[in-house]
């Protein structure tokens, strides 16, 4: 059953076999594991239940609904925002479905560094091929590549650079494009579609709206979750949700499992929990095209441009970029202006084209509980990774030009404009500093690093916490590093291997 912990009567005692907190990729497959190998299982999730019906395809309704913050949530000197999704399904409710594997050279570094002895290679291999067949991936025919992807292949061309089509894990797509706000049409193979109806199945009883306040232990073991339910209408709390259970696995993202961890006063002798957060800061260009693009329409990502990514050596070029556009109002508040000039470049909104340029980043940030139900994250970027940015945002302005843009727009401040033939290397000297240039994360991860020294990590390579009995983690928090690529399929494969590694518990 689906309960709603926003109507039901409070406070409220719950016992289970485990107590899973978020319903996202992770935590779904957790959930679904543990229910289906017979233990009694109780979801905890902070956003809403939510079905194809109720995704009207509206920002200003399905932003609030879909993403943490209504899609505002920033480091807490505004500098990066980082978009995070919450409800029954988290981010995969929100996230346009791009599907790729860690590098194994990555993968590789981790076994020997991390001491992984329970994930090698050959592991994650297996782990994969299972959620890839479960999720029905397969790569996008080139039929369903809309104009604004094609531009970009057809830039990649121009210049030479290495590029191609990527896979998604979607079935019966109409091509919408209105991935980012929920799927109406219910074609995407993910938490809420395809795990969470079978953990439901198996027994496993889900609250919606009902958000994890502390891990209760006692004497190194956990004994249960103190919970709120929390008011359609303010999102503030409205009552208790007491849950009793031998076993936790928090599944609440990269942010919220480690202020989760740190506020319920959970024991970390290396002190890792909350100290290597990841996001894949993000720079974005713009292109304004003759012809129109419309590239709202159609499958949002389906090509991708990797000549400025080398994941095989830590010290090579360490930007993807991909195509990256937005619905109105997102664009909105994109472009530079106000008044008549900002009017004047909307009014080009189906003649604009963006591609982002996402790096796999060395730096580490930070993130701490703020109070009951808050996070604060500390994170800008390094010389280091400043530097990949800028030559990301300079590969997008090249891209959108040999494509056959008139001119390029970079948000900065001021707003930079270029005409066709205008020399952009003075990008790669730009001074990026804080509030300069528009940076955006939609992947944190690396913020409760697995390892099997429990001297050095909080959480093994099974998902068990080292210092807590009981106590398991399974979401992107657990990669030791950045990995560069969409981490979806790799969170769905770590929930699979924890769930089984947890009902053998």
């Known amino acids: 059953m689906i309960y709603d912990a926003g109507t039901l009567a409070l406070p409220l005692q719950v016992k289970a076999d485990l107590c899973v907190i978020g319903a996202g990729a992770g935590g779904a497959m957790v959930a679904m594991v543990a229910a289906e190998a017979g233990l009694s299982v109780v979801v905890l999730e902070a956003g809403e239940f939510l079905t194809p019906a109720d995704m009207v395809q509206r920002e200003e309704v399905m932003f609030p609904r ?96 290495r590029g191609g089509g990527v896979s998604h894990n979607r079935t019966g797509c ?109 720079l974005v260009a713009a292109g304004e095209f003759d012809e129109p693009v419309r590239a709202w329409e159609g499958i949002p990502q389906t090509y991708e441009c990797t000549e400025l990514l080398d994941l095989e050596r830590e010290d090579g070029p360490r930007a993807w970029i991909i195509p990256a556009f937005a619905h109105p109002v997102g664009t909105a508040t994109l472009l530079p202006g106000h008044g008549g000039s900002h009017r004047s470049l909307m009014r080009r909104y189906a003649h604009l084209a963006a591609f982002t340029a996402m790096i796999h980043d060395h730096t580490a940030g930070q993130v701490r509980p703020d109070g009951d139900l808050g996070l604060q994250i500390e994170y800008w970027p390094d010389a280091g990774d400043r530097r990949e940015m800028l030559r990301g945002v300079h590969g997008c302005a090249k891209l959108l030009f040999a494509a056959g843009a008139r001119r390029v727009i970079i948000p900065s401040r001021p707003v930079r404009i270029y005409e066709r033939g205008d020399a952009l290397d003075e990008l790669l000297a730009f001074d990026l500093t804080r509030g300069s240039m528009d940076v955006t994360a939609v992947h944190p991860m690396a913020s409760v690093p697995m390892g099997d020294d429990p001297a050095v990590a909080a959480v093994s390579s099974e998902g068990k916490h080292h210092h807590v009995e009981g106590l398991w983690v399974a979401d992107g928090s657990l990669f030791p590093t950045s990995i560069g690529v969409p981490p979806q399929m790799s969170i769905y494969a770590l929930g699979l291997h924890v769930g089984r590694a947890l009902a053998r518990s």
């Open 66 to 161: 879909l993403y943490w913050d209504s899609g505002g949530r920033t480091t807490a000197d505004r500098a990066v925002h980082i978009h995070q999704g919450k409800g029954v399904g988290g981010s995969t409710l929100h996230n346009l479905n791009l599907c790729k594997r860690i590098p194994a050279s990555i993968r590789a570094r981790w076994a020997v560094e991390r001491r992984l002895e329970h994930l090698p290679v050959s592991a994650w291999d297996a782990l994969y091929e299972e959620v890839e067949a479960l999720l029905e991936v397969k790569a996008v025919p080139r039929a369903q590549w809309n104009r604004h992807n094609q531009l970009l292949e057809a830039g990649c061309k121009a210049l030479g650079w």
């Open 174 to 282: 109409v091509g919408s494009g209105f991935c980012e706000v929920g799927c109406a049409y219910d074609a995407k193979n993910n938490a809420a579609k395809v795990l969470v109806p079978r953990a439901v199945k198996a027994g496993a009883e889900v609250v919606a709206r009902c958000q994890a306040v502390r891990v209760r232990h006692e004497g190194g073991r956990v004994v249960g979750v103190s919970a709120v339910g929390l008011a359609p209408e303010t999102n503030r709390p409205r009552g208790e949700v007491m849950v009793e259970a031998p076993r936790v696995c928090v599944a609440g993202s990269a942010t919220s499992t480690p202020a989760l961890l740190l506020r319920s006063g959970v024991r970390d002798p290396g002190g890792e929990t909350g100290m290597g957060l990841r996001i894949h800061p993000a």
